[in-house]
């Protein structure tokens, strides 16, 4: 039996409507909170993770890359200084220039945003946690990533820590 083109045509358009779904759907967060092989965590990672933690509280600041205020790429722009890594200035060219991972460990980029163009980024902290400087108006903080919020809007991970 052969198909007609009366049936395949519907059948094609289908399967081309899931597949197109299919690249709609959001990426999964992994997180892990360990090193590979139950190694310590690398001290540029440490580096990076105390320089994040001492920032808390920093004042949100457009284009901030200093203690004095802090943006969402200009945190993780300190927080790599302090330990070597430069990195590029905006969430998006983060985004596209740096070291994707499928799964991100503490220290490591997490990337929000609308499928175009990464908007946000936060530094990974382990247990379900990242730091990242919220907003306007807003400090630097740390948030759970179970929130549907991040969910939705995650794009993908970084890792350019040894």
């Not at 990672?45 to 509280?57: D, E, N, T």
């Amino acid at each position: 039996m052969s198909l007609v083109p009366s049936r395949v045509f519907p059948l094609v358009t289908l399967l081309l409507g899931l597949t197109l779904l299919g690249g709609c759907a959001g990426r999964d967060l992994a997180l892990r909170d360990d090193a590979p092989r139950g190694e310590a965590l690398s001290l540029e990672r440490a580096l990076i993770l105390s320089s994040a933690r001492q920032a808390l509280g920093t004042p949100y600041r457009f284009g901030g890359n200093t203690p004095r205020g802090l943006d969402c790429s200009g945190l993780v722009e300190l927080s790599y200084r302090a330990a070597g890594i430069p990195v590029p200035r905006t969430a998006d060219d983060q985004y596209r220039q740096l070291p994707a991972v499928r799964e991100a460990r503490p220290g490591d980029l997490l990337f929000f945003g609308d499928r175009r163009k990464a908007t946000h980024v936060g530094i990974y902290v382990g247990n379900g946690q990242m730091i990242h400087a919220p907003g306007r108006g807003r400090a630097v903080t740390q948030v759970p990533l179970e929130i549907a919020y991040w969910q939705e809007r995650f794009l993908g991970a970084a890792g350019p820590a040894p």
